[in-house]
Antibody, heavy 116, light 110 residues
Framework: QVQLVESGGGVVQPGTSLRLSCVTS????????LHWVRQAPGEGLEWVAV????????YYADSVKGRFTISRDNSKGTQYLQMNSLRHEDTAMYYC?????????WGRGTLVTVSS | QSALTQPRSVSGSPGQSVTISCTGT?????????VSWYQQHPGKAPKLMIH???KRPSGVPGHFSGSKSGNTAYLTISGLQAEDEADYYCCSYAGSYSFVFGTGTKVTVL
């Protein structure tokens, strides 16, 4: 059974940093690209970042480029999202997703609140 | 990276059909046959309903179907059921490993 479990969310002040983790199981982790997708309260889904199966290619939404870094550890079956210089508008549920043939399997999400 | 355009809401009575549109550009919806649709109930994670424009994963009810014409993709729910009431999001591959989501549509079963 495929499982993706996010953690690391919380309440932080603007300008600070946070690292999210996504621990996976039930599939061969190193075979799949992985994504982060976020959803602000009451809003729609926003694609954030993707990392290729081997970690060599990484792409970001313009809204987070230069502030967020996606990474993965294939030996641990875990991906990460390092979020720096956080802003109020980064407040959202952050979902980890596995890409399977251009569609996505989702975790349950971890909530990040940026508030002063 | 502009969001794909969906109607804010659609509604129908049980047994009726509803269709949700998803309009993008030639750089996303029109450029690839990689449109997927996700259903999201309140407080839950999104669930894949359609991928590659028309393909339905195992376990997804047969009254969900997808199509595409030009820069617009469509999700049709035939024979609307109470449990279909949810938010629906389209998603398209946009090149360079990236994806773009639609603005979301709330489906109400009257």
């Amino acid at each position: 059974q495929v499982q993706l479990v996010e953690s690391g969310g919380g309440v932080v002040q603007p300008g600070t940093s946070l690292r999210l983790s996504c621990v996976t199981s039930g599939f061969t982790f190193s075979n799949y690209p992985l994504h982060w997708v976020r959803q602000a309260p009451g809003e729609g889904l926003e694609w954030v970042a993707v990392i290729s199966y081997d970690g060599t290619n990484k792409y970001y939404a313009d809204s987070v480029k230069g502030r967020f870094t996606i990474s993965r550890d294939n030996s641990k079956g875990t991906q990460y999202l390092q979020m720096n210089s956080l802003r109020h508008e980064d407040t959202a549920m952050y979902y980890c997703a596995r890409e399977v043939n251009t569609a996505m399997d989702w975790g349950r999400g971890t909530l990040v609140t940026v508030s002063s | 990276q502009s969001a794909l355009t969906q109607p804010r809401s659609v509604s129908g009575s049980p047994g009726q059909s509803v269709t949700i549109s998803c309009t993008g550009t030639s750089s996303d919806v029109g450029g690839y046959n990689y449109v997927s649709w996700y259903q999201q109930h309140p407080g839950k994670a999104p669930k894949l309903m359609i991928h590659d424009v028309t393909k339905r994963p195992s376990g997804v009810p047969g009254h969900f179907s997808g199509s595409k014409s030009g820069n617009t993709a469509y999700l049709t729910i035939s024979g609307l059921q109470a449990e279909d009431e949810a938010d629906y999001y389209c998603c398209s591959y946009a090149g360079s490993y990236s994806f773009v989501f639609g603005t979301g549509t709330k489906v109400t079963v009257l």
